[in-house]
C-alpha cells in the first residue's frame, strides 16, 4: 500500500464516517482485501483502521454535545452505536467524561482530527529476505481465537500467554514428541482476518506428514489440537534475530513499510507463520514466513 492509498483510504472514511462502513469497506475503496488493508493499515498508522473510526466518530460526538442541539440518544445512533447504553460506555471510555455531562459548558473533551500521511525520506537499509515455493503444508496444531485488535494490544502478551499457557500445560512438549528428533520445528501459525469476522485464528504446531507419528496425533486429537492446512503459496521469507519476540514485530513493521512499496509484491490471504527451528542458526528468534503475489 502507497502512502497516496493510505490517505485514499483515510478519505474514504472521512467521507463516509456517519454511514455504516467498517475497515473491510476502507479496503475496497484501495482495492485491497480486507485482510492485508487491516494488517498493513494497522502496522503503517499504529492503529486499526475501525479504531480510526471510532475514535473519529466519538471525537465529533462530543463537539455536537458540547455545542448542544443533540440529546444523548439522538448523538449515539447518529455516530453509530446501537443503544444509548453502549454510546456512553465507550464515549465515557474515549472522553474521560459522559455524554451527559459533556453538554455542560467547561467539560473537558478529546479531539481526534483526521490523520494526513505525510511523506518522509527512509529506506536505504538492508533487509534480507528469501523467496520460498511451497505447495500445499499440513500442520497439527493447539488453535484459539484472538480479536482482531490482538496485534495492537497495549501489553502486546495475548500470544506469548498462549505460548506460556501451552508450554505449561504440556502440549508443546506433546507435539514436539511428534516429529523424530532434528525434526521438531515449531510453527506459529497466524490465519486471515475475516470481513465477517472479529476474530483470527492463531495456532500453535508443527508439520503433519508421513514422519509424524499417526497413534500420537491421534492423541492429541482429543486434547484441543486440530488439522490446519495451508494452499500453495509464495513466500517471502524473513530472519527474526533477536533475544525475544520483539524482534518478530520489527521484521513485520519494515516488511509493511520498506519491503512491500520497495518490491510491488502484496501480501495474499493465506496463513503467514513464524518458524522457530530446533536447530536454528546463532542469534536467529525465528523465521517470518508472508505469503505474497505480484500487485
Given amino acids: 500500500m502507497a502512502v497516496s492509498e493510505i490517505q485514499q483510504a483515510i478519505q474514504y472514511m472521512e467521507d463516509h464516517l456517519l454511514e455504516d462502513i467498517t475497515y473491510v469497506d476502507a479496503a475496497r475503496s484501495v482495492r485491497m482485501s480486507g485482510y492485508s488493508f487491516h494488517r498493513m493499515f494497522s502496522f503503517v498508522v499504529g492503529m ?50 459522559t455524554p451527559r455531562q459533556a453538554k455542560i459548558k ?13 511523506i518522509t525520506i527512509g529506506g536505504g537499509s538492508m533487509i534480507d529476505y528469501r523467496m520460498e515455493r511451497r505447495e500445499a503444508q499440513k500442520f497439527l496444531a493447539v488453535k484459539r481465537a484472538f480479536s482482531n485488535e490482538t496485534m ?23 507435539l514436539k514428541a511428534l516429529r523424530p528428533q532434528g525434526k521438531r520445528d515449531l ?4 490465519g486471515p482476518v475475516l470481513s465477517s469476522e472479529s476474530h483470527f ?18 492423541a492429541l486429537l482429543d486434547t484441543g489440537c486440530a ?37 510491488g509484491l502484496l501480501q495474499t490471504d493465506g496463513t503467514d507463520y513464524e518458524l522457530y527451528y530446533e536447530q536454528g542458526g546463532k542469534g536467529l528468534f525465528c523465521e517470518l514466513w508472508v505469503p ?3 500487485g
Fill in 48 to 97: 486499526t483502521a475501525n479504531e480510526y473510526i471510532r475514535s473519529r466518530r466519538l471525537s465529533l460526538a462530543g463537539q455536537a454535545l458540547q455545542e448542544g442541539g443533540l440529546s444523548v440518544i439522538e448523538a449515539a445512533y447518529q455516530y453509530g452505536y446501537e443503544s444509548p447504553e453502549s454510546f456512553s460506555k465507550a464515549f465515557s471510555r474515549f472522553h474521560g467524561s
Fill in 227 to 263: 488439522p490446519w492446512q495451508t494452499g500453495p503459496a509464495e513466500y517471502a521469507v524473513f530472519p527474526c534475530v533477536g533475544p525475544d519476540g520483539e524482534c518478530v514485530g520489527q521484521v513485520w513493521e519494515r516488511f509493511f513499510q520498506e519491503f512491500l512499496p520497495q518490491t
Fill in 187 to 190: 510453527f506459529g501459525l497466524c
Fill in 292 to 294: 505474497v503475489a505480484r
Fill in 152 to 174: 495492537l494490544d497495549e501489553n502486546g502478551r495475548s500470544i506469548p500467554d498462549f505460548w506460556g499457557e501451552c508450554g505449561a500445560n504440556g502440549l508443546i512438549d506433546g
Fill in 201 to 218: 485464528w492463531y495456532g500453535i504446531g508443527v508439520r503433519l506428514d508421513e514422519e509424524t507419528g499417526p497413534a500420537e496425533a491421534e
Fill in 106 to 118: 467547561g467539560t473537558p473533551l478529546r479531539a481526534f482530527g483526521p490523520l494526513a500521511v505525510k
